[in-house]
Protein backbone atom coordinates (compact mmCIF):
# COMPACT_ATOMS: atom_id res chain seq x y z
CA UNK A 1 0.00 0.00 0.00
CA UNK A 2 3.14 2.54 0.35
CA UNK A 3 4.65 1.62 -3.00
CA UNK A 4 2.84 4.60 -4.53
CA UNK A 5 4.04 6.67 -2.30
CA UNK A 6 7.95 5.81 -1.73
CA UNK A 7 9.50 6.47 -4.92
CA UNK A 8 13.69 6.66 -4.82
CA UNK A 9 15.12 8.71 -7.72
CA UNK A 10 18.56 8.04 -7.55
CA UNK A 11 19.60 10.81 -10.27
CA UNK A 12 18.93 13.51 -7.43
CA UNK A 13 21.60 14.73 -5.67
CA UNK A 14 19.29 14.51 -2.04
CA UNK A 15 20.88 11.43 -0.33
CA UNK A 16 18.19 8.58 -0.29
CA UNK A 17 17.45 8.75 3.22
CA UNK A 18 16.52 12.11 2.88
CA UNK A 19 14.46 11.69 0.00
CA UNK A 20 12.70 9.20 2.27
CA UNK A 21 12.07 11.58 5.10
CA UNK A 22 10.88 14.38 2.98
CA UNK A 23 8.24 11.98 1.45
CA UNK A 24 7.11 10.92 4.59
CA UNK A 25 6.96 14.48 6.10
CA UNK A 26 5.23 15.80 2.78
CA UNK A 27 2.45 12.94 3.11
CA UNK A 28 1.74 13.32 6.71
CA UNK A 29 1.28 17.27 6.75
CA UNK A 30 -0.88 17.20 3.32
CA UNK A 31 -3.26 14.72 5.06
CA UNK A 32 -2.45 12.07 2.26
CA UNK A 33 -0.98 9.60 4.65
CA UNK A 34 -3.32 9.87 7.95
CA UNK A 35 -1.80 9.84 11.57
CA UNK A 36 -1.52 6.25 13.53
CA UNK A 37 -1.15 4.31 10.30
CA UNK A 38 1.58 1.57 10.21
CA UNK A 39 4.61 1.95 8.01
CA UNK A 40 6.64 -0.95 6.44
CA UNK A 41 9.28 -2.57 8.50
CA UNK A 42 13.15 -1.48 8.13
CA UNK A 43 13.43 -5.24 6.13
CA UNK A 44 10.31 -4.61 4.46
CA UNK A 45 10.88 -1.44 2.63
CA UNK A 46 14.63 -1.52 2.26
CA UNK A 47 13.53 -4.57 -0.26
CA UNK A 48 10.63 -3.00 -1.54
CA UNK A 49 12.48 0.39 -2.52
CA UNK A 50 16.30 -1.99 -3.31
CA UNK A 51 18.01 0.21 -0.73
CA UNK A 52 20.09 -1.21 1.96
CA UNK A 53 18.37 -1.51 5.41
CA UNK A 54 20.85 1.59 6.77
CA UNK A 55 19.30 3.99 4.82
CA UNK A 56 15.76 2.75 6.06
CA UNK A 57 17.00 2.96 9.27
CA UNK A 58 18.83 6.35 9.21
CA UNK A 59 15.53 7.87 8.21
CA UNK A 60 13.47 5.94 10.68
CA UNK A 61 15.74 7.42 13.56
CA UNK A 62 15.37 11.05 11.53
CA UNK A 63 11.75 10.99 11.64
CA UNK A 64 11.97 9.92 15.17
CA UNK A 65 13.54 12.31 16.39
CA UNK A 66 11.37 15.24 14.51
CA UNK A 67 8.17 13.47 15.74
CA UNK A 68 6.76 12.50 12.53
CA UNK A 69 6.80 8.51 13.68
CA UNK A 70 6.78 7.26 16.69
CA UNK A 71 8.03 3.77 17.57
CA UNK A 72 5.44 1.57 19.17
CA UNK A 73 7.12 -2.09 21.11
CA UNK A 74 5.46 -4.98 19.19
CA UNK A 75 3.87 -2.91 16.70
CA UNK A 76 6.74 -1.64 15.15
CA UNK A 77 6.83 2.11 13.35
CA UNK A 78 3.49 4.09 12.89
CA UNK A 79 2.91 7.59 11.64
CA UNK A 80 2.16 10.66 14.36
CA UNK A 81 -0.89 11.85 14.85
CA UNK A 82 -0.38 15.68 12.82
CA UNK A 83 -2.97 18.14 12.12
CA UNK A 84 -2.93 18.14 8.13
CA UNK A 85 -2.08 21.68 6.47
CA UNK A 86 -4.00 22.76 3.52
CA UNK A 87 -3.46 21.78 0.86
CA UNK A 88 -1.21 24.03 -1.58
CA UNK A 89 -4.52 24.41 -4.03
CA UNK A 90 -6.71 25.89 -0.79
CA UNK A 91 -4.05 28.18 0.36
CA UNK A 92 -3.71 29.24 -2.82
CA UNK A 93 -7.15 30.37 -3.22
CA UNK A 94 -7.35 31.49 0.52
CA UNK A 95 -4.15 33.90 -0.28
CA UNK A 96 -6.28 35.45 -3.53
CA UNK A 97 -9.58 35.58 -1.41
CA UNK A 98 -7.66 37.53 1.36
CA UNK A 99 -5.06 39.56 -1.18
CA UNK A 100 -4.60 43.11 -2.35
CA UNK A 101 -7.61 43.48 -4.21
CA UNK A 102 -7.83 44.56 -7.76
CA UNK A 103 -4.47 45.95 -9.45
CA UNK A 104 -4.13 49.53 -8.80
CA UNK A 105 -4.30 51.94 -12.02
CA UNK A 106 -4.37 55.23 -10.57
CA UNK A 107 -1.36 55.82 -7.09
CA UNK A 108 -2.99 58.75 -5.73
CA UNK A 109 -1.41 57.89 -2.39
CA UNK A 110 1.55 60.18 -1.72
CA UNK A 111 3.70 57.31 -0.74
CA UNK A 112 5.53 57.27 -4.08
CA UNK A 113 6.75 58.66 -6.73
CA UNK A 114 7.33 59.26 -10.43
CA UNK A 115 10.46 56.97 -11.11
CA UNK A 116 11.21 58.56 -14.41
CA UNK A 117 11.89 61.81 -12.27
CA UNK A 118 14.80 60.63 -10.77
CA UNK A 119 18.43 60.84 -12.44
CA UNK A 120 19.40 57.39 -12.60
CA UNK A 121 22.45 57.73 -14.44
CA UNK A 122 23.57 60.61 -12.59
CA UNK A 123 23.32 58.34 -9.44
CA UNK A 124 25.05 55.03 -10.24
CA UNK A 125 28.24 57.68 -11.30
CA UNK A 126 27.75 58.29 -7.40
CA UNK A 127 27.48 54.67 -6.36
CA UNK A 128 30.54 53.80 -8.63
CA UNK A 129 32.60 56.68 -6.91
CA UNK A 130 31.49 55.62 -3.55
CA UNK A 131 32.77 51.71 -4.17
CA UNK A 132 35.87 52.52 -5.71
CA UNK A 133 36.70 55.55 -3.63
CA UNK A 134 35.84 55.08 0.01
CA UNK A 135 37.99 52.90 2.37
CA UNK A 136 37.43 49.32 2.59
CA UNK A 137 34.03 48.29 3.33
CA UNK A 138 34.55 45.85 6.29
CA UNK A 139 32.77 47.04 8.82
CA UNK A 140 28.97 48.95 9.82
CA UNK A 141 30.31 52.47 9.53
CA UNK A 142 30.16 55.24 11.70
CA UNK A 143 27.07 54.26 14.05
CA UNK A 144 25.72 57.72 13.70
CA UNK A 145 26.13 58.15 10.01
CA UNK A 146 29.34 58.82 7.73
CA UNK A 147 30.86 62.09 8.53
CA UNK A 148 31.20 63.79 5.15
CA UNK A 149 27.36 62.99 4.65
CA UNK A 150 26.68 64.87 8.00
CA UNK A 151 28.25 67.40 6.82
CA UNK A 152 26.42 67.97 3.78
CA UNK A 153 23.54 67.35 5.39
CA UNK A 154 24.23 70.28 7.94
CA UNK A 155 24.57 72.69 4.61
CA UNK A 156 22.03 71.27 2.75
CA UNK A 157 19.53 71.65 5.84
CA UNK A 158 20.49 75.51 6.73
CA UNK A 159 20.18 76.27 2.79
CA UNK A 160 16.99 74.50 1.96
CA UNK A 161 14.67 74.24 5.13
CA UNK A 162 16.50 77.18 7.90
CA UNK A 163 17.78 74.43 10.06
CA UNK A 164 20.61 75.29 12.33
CA UNK A 165 23.02 72.11 13.25
CA UNK A 166 26.53 70.79 13.55
CA UNK A 167 27.39 68.34 11.58
CA UNK A 168 27.72 66.20 15.32
CA UNK A 169 24.35 66.90 15.97
CA UNK A 170 22.81 64.81 13.19
CA UNK A 171 22.30 60.92 13.28
CA UNK A 172 21.60 58.94 9.80
CA UNK A 173 19.23 56.09 9.60
CA UNK A 174 17.91 54.11 7.05
CA UNK A 175 13.67 55.56 7.35
CA UNK A 176 11.74 57.28 9.36
CA UNK A 177 11.01 53.80 11.53
CA UNK A 178 14.24 53.18 12.29
CA UNK A 179 15.22 57.14 13.68
CA UNK A 180 12.16 56.97 15.59
CA UNK A 181 12.95 53.71 17.24
CA UNK A 182 16.51 55.16 18.15
CA UNK A 183 14.62 58.39 19.65
CA UNK A 184 12.55 55.54 21.68
CA UNK A 185 15.44 54.06 23.58
CA UNK A 186 17.04 57.81 24.38
CA UNK A 187 13.60 58.32 26.16
CA UNK A 188 13.65 55.12 27.83
CA UNK A 189 17.25 55.80 28.94
CA UNK A 190 16.03 59.57 30.72
CA UNK A 191 12.74 57.94 31.92
CA UNK A 192 15.38 55.52 33.35
CA UNK A 193 17.31 58.02 35.43
CA UNK A 194 13.94 59.12 37.06
CA UNK A 195 14.36 62.25 35.82
CA UNK A 196 10.27 62.50 35.56
CA UNK A 197 9.98 62.19 31.65
CA UNK A 198 7.22 60.12 30.55
CA UNK A 199 6.65 57.15 28.65
CA UNK A 200 3.35 58.62 25.99
CA UNK A 201 4.25 60.83 23.24
CA UNK A 202 1.62 63.54 21.55
CA UNK A 203 0.48 62.51 18.24
CA UNK A 204 -1.31 64.62 16.29
CA UNK A 205 -3.96 63.56 14.46
CA UNK A 206 -4.76 62.31 11.82
CA UNK A 207 -1.37 61.17 12.38
CA UNK A 208 1.54 59.18 10.92
CA UNK A 209 0.70 55.63 11.41
CA UNK A 210 3.84 53.86 11.02
CA UNK A 211 4.84 56.45 13.81
CA UNK A 212 2.28 55.41 15.77
CA UNK A 213 3.25 51.79 15.45
CA UNK A 214 7.24 52.20 16.52
CA UNK A 215 5.39 54.05 19.33
CA UNK A 216 2.95 51.95 20.43
CA UNK A 217 5.78 48.73 19.99
CA UNK A 218 8.50 50.48 22.33
CA UNK A 219 5.75 50.88 25.23
CA UNK A 220 4.93 54.43 24.49
CA UNK A 221 1.10 55.59 24.93
CA UNK A 222 0.00 57.91 22.02
CA UNK A 223 -1.98 60.80 22.81
CA UNK A 224 -3.63 62.06 19.93
CA UNK A 225 -4.11 65.60 19.91
CA UNK A 226 -5.34 68.60 17.48
CA UNK A 227 -3.29 71.95 17.15
CA UNK A 228 -6.47 73.94 18.81
CA UNK A 229 -6.55 71.35 21.68
CA UNK A 230 -2.98 71.51 22.65
CA UNK A 231 -2.46 74.88 22.96
CA UNK A 232 -5.61 75.03 25.25
CA UNK A 233 -3.63 72.73 27.58
CA UNK A 234 -6.10 69.83 27.29
CA UNK A 235 -3.20 67.31 26.82
CA UNK A 236 -1.57 65.30 29.70
CA UNK A 237 1.85 65.10 29.73
CA UNK A 238 4.39 63.82 27.15
CA UNK A 239 7.92 63.19 26.85
CA UNK A 240 7.58 64.55 23.31
CA UNK A 241 5.15 65.68 20.36
CA UNK A 242 4.94 64.61 17.18
CA UNK A 243 4.11 67.43 15.01
CA UNK A 244 4.45 67.47 10.83
CA UNK A 245 3.59 71.01 9.88
CA UNK A 246 2.64 69.06 6.10
CA UNK A 247 -0.33 67.97 7.96
CA UNK A 248 -3.86 68.14 6.66
CA UNK A 249 -5.03 69.12 9.80
CA UNK A 250 -3.43 72.51 9.67
CA UNK A 251 -4.75 73.39 6.41
CA UNK A 252 -4.70 77.39 6.48
CA UNK A 253 -4.11 77.60 9.78
CA UNK A 254 -0.44 77.05 10.52
CA UNK A 255 1.43 80.53 10.68
CA UNK A 256 3.80 82.15 12.72
CA UNK A 257 1.72 82.71 15.57
CA UNK A 258 0.69 78.94 16.20
CA UNK A 259 4.45 77.93 15.33
CA UNK A 260 5.32 79.97 17.97
CA UNK A 261 2.90 79.23 20.55
CA UNK A 262 3.72 75.35 19.85
CA UNK A 263 7.27 76.24 21.05
CA UNK A 264 6.22 78.37 24.22
CA UNK A 265 4.17 75.03 24.97
CA UNK A 266 7.19 73.17 24.64
CA UNK A 267 8.64 75.27 27.30
CA UNK A 268 6.40 75.34 29.40
CA UNK A 269 6.00 71.69 29.42
CA UNK A 270 9.38 70.88 29.52
CA UNK A 271 8.86 68.53 26.68
CA UNK A 272 10.43 68.02 23.20
CA UNK A 273 8.93 68.40 19.86
CA UNK A 274 9.52 66.16 16.92
CA UNK A 275 9.58 68.14 14.03
CA UNK A 276 8.60 65.57 10.66
CA UNK A 277 9.46 67.75 8.03
CA UNK A 278 9.61 65.30 5.35
CA UNK A 279 8.29 67.30 2.35
CA UNK A 280 9.18 70.44 3.54
CA UNK A 281 10.93 71.71 0.53
CA UNK A 282 7.97 71.70 -2.36
CA UNK A 283 6.17 74.93 -2.41
CA UNK A 284 5.10 75.86 -5.27
CA UNK A 285 2.55 79.07 -4.21
CA UNK A 286 5.46 81.20 -2.43
CA UNK A 287 8.84 80.20 -0.99
CA UNK A 288 9.32 76.74 1.17
CA UNK A 289 8.49 78.27 4.65
CA UNK A 290 11.16 77.38 6.78
CA UNK A 291 11.33 74.45 9.44
CA UNK A 292 10.59 75.35 13.09
CA UNK A 293 13.43 74.34 14.43
CA UNK A 294 15.42 76.94 12.82
CA UNK A 295 12.61 79.56 14.47
CA UNK A 296 14.42 78.50 18.04
CA UNK A 297 17.45 76.54 17.47
CA UNK A 298 18.89 77.36 20.65
CA UNK A 299 16.17 76.58 22.76
CA UNK A 300 17.22 72.80 22.79
CA UNK A 301 13.35 71.55 22.83
CA UNK A 302 13.46 70.61 18.96
CA UNK A 303 14.28 67.69 17.28
CA UNK A 304 14.27 67.77 13.50
CA UNK A 305 13.52 64.69 10.93
CA UNK A 306 13.80 65.15 7.02
CA UNK A 307 13.98 62.28 4.60
CA UNK A 308 14.51 61.89 0.87
CA UNK A 309 11.82 59.26 0.53
CA UNK A 310 10.29 61.95 -1.81
CA UNK A 311 13.17 63.59 -2.95
CA UNK A 312 14.98 60.49 -4.27
CA UNK A 313 13.74 57.29 -4.61
CA UNK A 314 11.77 55.38 -1.40
CA UNK A 315 14.02 52.38 -1.92
CA UNK A 316 17.16 54.65 -1.19
CA UNK A 317 16.35 54.83 2.85
CA UNK A 318 18.18 57.78 3.96
CA UNK A 319 16.93 59.36 6.84
CA UNK A 320 18.14 61.74 9.26
CA UNK A 321 17.88 63.31 12.74
CA UNK A 322 19.25 66.70 14.30
CA UNK A 323 19.47 66.08 18.24
CA UNK A 324 19.40 69.30 20.40
CA UNK A 325 22.38 69.50 22.72
CA UNK A 326 20.56 68.29 25.59
CA UNK A 327 19.91 65.07 23.98
CA UNK A 328 23.45 63.80 22.73
CA UNK A 329 24.96 62.82 26.04
CA UNK A 330 22.14 60.28 25.98
CA UNK A 331 22.35 59.45 22.32
CA UNK A 332 25.65 58.98 22.62
CA UNK A 333 25.26 56.83 26.02
CA UNK A 334 23.14 54.53 23.94
CA UNK A 335 25.13 54.79 20.67
CA UNK A 336 27.71 52.27 21.12
CA UNK A 337 24.90 49.45 21.48
CA UNK A 338 23.08 50.50 17.77
CA UNK A 339 24.89 49.64 14.71
CA UNK A 340 24.23 52.13 11.83
CA UNK A 341 20.89 51.05 9.50
CA UNK A 342 21.75 53.02 6.66
CA UNK A 343 24.12 51.62 3.54
CA UNK A 344 27.31 53.46 3.89
CA UNK A 345 27.60 53.31 0.44
CA UNK A 346 24.91 55.30 -0.02
CA UNK A 347 25.37 57.31 2.03
CA UNK A 348 29.02 58.24 0.32
CA UNK A 349 27.29 58.61 -2.70
CA UNK A 350 24.48 60.98 -1.60
CA UNK A 351 27.66 63.04 0.21
CA UNK A 352 28.93 63.31 -3.07
CA UNK A 353 25.54 64.09 -4.92
CA UNK A 354 24.65 67.21 -2.55
CA UNK A 355 28.24 68.25 -2.88
CA UNK A 356 28.46 68.44 -6.48
CA UNK A 357 25.06 70.63 -6.60
CA UNK A 358 23.06 67.83 -8.20
CA UNK A 359 20.32 67.21 -5.58
CA UNK A 360 19.67 71.28 -5.75
CA UNK A 361 18.93 71.00 -9.01
CA UNK A 362 16.89 67.79 -8.95
CA UNK A 363 14.35 69.72 -6.03
CA UNK A 364 14.32 72.38 -8.89
CA UNK A 365 13.20 70.13 -11.56
CA UNK A 366 11.05 68.10 -9.28
CA UNK A 367 9.33 71.58 -7.91
CA UNK A 368 8.45 72.58 -11.79
CA UNK A 369 7.31 68.75 -12.53
CA UNK A 370 5.34 68.59 -9.34
CA UNK A 371 3.45 72.43 -9.57
CA UNK A 372 2.76 71.13 -13.45
CA UNK A 373 0.81 68.18 -12.21
CA UNK A 374 -0.68 69.71 -9.01
CA UNK A 375 -2.13 72.37 -11.43
CA UNK A 376 -3.03 69.72 -13.72
CA UNK A 377 -5.11 67.50 -10.71
CA UNK A 378 -6.70 70.79 -10.01
CA UNK A 379 -8.13 71.54 -13.12
CA UNK A 380 -9.45 67.52 -13.69
CA UNK A 381 -11.29 67.86 -9.99
CA UNK A 382 -12.94 70.61 -11.38
CA UNK A 383 -13.63 69.28 -14.92
CA UNK A 384 -14.66 65.75 -13.42
CA UNK A 385 -17.01 67.09 -10.33
CA UNK A 386 -17.86 71.08 -10.84
CA UNK A 387 -18.86 73.10 -8.09
CA UNK A 388 -19.06 69.87 -5.89
CA UNK A 389 -15.41 70.02 -4.91
CA UNK A 390 -13.91 72.48 -3.19
CA UNK A 391 -9.78 72.42 -2.77
CA UNK A 392 -9.06 73.71 0.22
CA UNK A 393 -5.59 75.81 1.19
CA UNK A 394 -3.04 72.55 1.64
CA UNK A 395 -0.39 73.18 -0.17
CA UNK A 396 2.09 70.19 0.88
CA UNK A 397 3.52 70.36 -2.47
CA UNK A 398 2.77 66.52 -2.55
CA UNK A 399 -0.83 66.07 -2.33
CA UNK A 400 -4.07 68.33 -2.45
CA UNK A 401 -6.84 68.65 0.24
CA UNK A 402 -10.01 68.49 -1.57
CA UNK A 403 -13.57 68.39 0.57
CA UNK A 404 -16.27 66.62 -1.85
CA UNK A 405 -20.23 67.14 -1.82
CA UNK A 406 -20.88 63.54 -1.20
CA UNK A 407 -23.19 61.18 1.34
CA UNK A 408 -20.90 59.01 1.78
CA UNK A 409 -18.32 59.12 4.27
CA UNK A 410 -14.82 59.39 3.84
CA UNK A 411 -13.00 55.96 4.85
CA UNK A 412 -16.03 54.53 2.46
CA UNK A 413 -15.09 56.80 -0.52
CA UNK A 414 -11.93 55.11 0.15
CA UNK A 415 -12.48 51.57 -0.05
CA UNK A 416 -14.69 52.19 -3.38
CA UNK A 417 -11.79 53.72 -4.70
CA UNK A 418 -9.67 51.38 -4.27
CA UNK A 419 -11.93 48.58 -5.24
CA UNK A 420 -11.84 50.40 -8.59
CA UNK A 421 -8.13 50.58 -8.96
CA UNK A 422 -7.78 54.07 -7.23
CA UNK A 423 -5.55 54.46 -4.01
CA UNK A 424 -6.17 57.43 -2.32
CA UNK A 425 -6.35 58.82 1.78
CA UNK A 426 -9.63 59.48 3.78
CA UNK A 427 -9.06 62.24 6.19
CA UNK A 428 -10.88 62.10 9.70
CA UNK A 429 -13.29 65.11 10.13
CA UNK A 430 -16.32 65.76 12.46
CA UNK A 431 -19.81 64.12 11.50
CA UNK A 432 -21.15 67.58 10.58
CA UNK A 433 -18.27 68.25 7.98
CA UNK A 434 -18.17 66.72 4.08
CA UNK A 435 -15.53 64.32 3.62
CA UNK A 436 -12.45 65.28 2.80
CA UNK A 437 -9.28 63.10 1.09
CA UNK A 438 -5.58 63.42 0.29
CA UNK A 439 -4.92 63.22 -3.30
CA UNK A 440 -1.26 62.44 -4.13
CA UNK A 441 -0.29 63.40 -7.82
CA UNK A 442 3.44 62.59 -7.73
CA UNK A 443 3.35 59.16 -9.18
CA UNK A 444 0.81 59.77 -11.75
CA UNK A 445 1.97 60.07 -15.50
CA UNK A 446 0.66 63.39 -16.67
CA UNK A 447 -1.65 61.75 -18.99
CA UNK A 448 -3.52 59.98 -16.49
CA UNK A 449 -4.66 62.63 -13.76
CA UNK A 450 -7.56 63.79 -15.98
CA UNK A 451 -9.03 59.86 -16.31
CA UNK A 452 -7.84 59.29 -12.37
CA UNK A 453 -10.36 62.72 -11.47
CA UNK A 454 -12.78 61.07 -13.85
CA UNK A 455 -12.66 57.68 -11.86
CA UNK A 456 -12.79 59.74 -8.74
CA UNK A 457 -16.45 61.24 -9.67
CA UNK A 458 -17.57 58.22 -10.89
CA UNK A 459 -16.96 56.61 -7.58
CA UNK A 460 -18.88 59.15 -5.61
CA UNK A 461 -21.76 59.22 -7.74
CA UNK A 462 -22.29 55.27 -8.09
CA UNK A 463 -25.44 54.52 -6.30
Known sequence: MFNYMFQIDRSRDLPLQAQLCQQVQEALLSGALPGDSPLPSIRGLAAMLEVSKTTVESAYAQLLAEGYIVSRPGSGHRTASLQ?????????????EGGGGPPVTYDMSGSTIDPQSFPTAVWKRYLGRALT??????GYGDAQGEYPLRQQLAAYSYRSRGVVCSPQQIVVGAGVQSLLALLCAVFRRRAARGDGTPLAVGLEKPGFLQ????LCDHGFAVCEYELDQLLAGALPPVAMLYCDPQSPGHAGHFGAAEKLAL???CDARQCFLLEDDYAGEFRYLQRPI??????????????????FSRLLLPSIRVSYLVLPPTLLPDYRALGRAYNQTCSSTEQLALSGFIADGHLYRHIG???RLYGQKSRLLK??????????????PFDSGLQLLVEIDCPRPGPEIEARCRQAGLICQAVPVKSSQRPRLLLGFCA???EKIAPAAALLCAVCDRP
Open 84 to 96: ALPPIAAVAAAAA
Open 133 to 138: DAPPAG
Open 211 to 214: ARQV
Open 263 to 265: LRH
Open 290 to 307: PALQGMRPQNGQVIYMGS
Open 365 to 367: RLR
Open 379 to 392: EALRSAFGRRIKVL
Open 444 to 446: LPP
